[in-house]
């Protein structure tokens, strides 16, 4: 099992910055991918970015790509997501999640964290 705690979301103006943070307890986090994914009220679920164990591959969706950036450090079993140039559309529910494999569907990743919502106004 792995436990995943989200952290850092909030109400933030357009055009600002946000560092979310993913800790993670339990079993070896450096072991598994990490990903992020979001959900706006009314929508699906989707996702973000993704990472994998050693930090060599990520991924992105093309409405974040230039502005976010994933990354991890092992060391400190916790994941990041640094949002920048945020834009009224990023307005969500953010949420962690580890999988033994990288990828952009959420079927891949097997832990989730509770969700923190990042809030963007004009």
């Known amino acids: 099992q792995v436990q995943l705690l989200e952290s850092g979301g909030g109400l933030v103006q357009a055009g600002g910055s946000l560092r979310l943070s993913c800790a993670a307890s339990?079993?070896?986090?450096?072991?598994?991918?990490m990903g992020w994914f979001r959900q706006a009220p009314g929508k699906e679920r989707e996702f973000v970015a993704a990472?994998?164990?050693?930090?060599?591959?990520?991924y992105y969706t093309d409405s974040v790509k230039g502005r976010f950036t994933i990354s991890r450090d092992n060391a400190k079993n916790t994941g990041y997501l640094q949002m920048n140039s945020l834009k009224n559309e990023d307005t969500a529910v953010y949420y962690c999640?580890?999988?033994?494999?990288?990828?952009?569907?959420?079927?891949?990743?097997?832990?989730w964290g509770q969700g923190t919502q990042v809030t963007v106004s004009s």
């Open positions: 990472i994998n164990w050693n930090s060599r591959r990520k």
């Open positions: 339990g079993r070896t986090f450096s072991s598994y991918a």
């Open positions: 999640a580890a999988g033994s494999a990288v990828g952009g569907t959420i079927g891949v990743y097997e832990y």
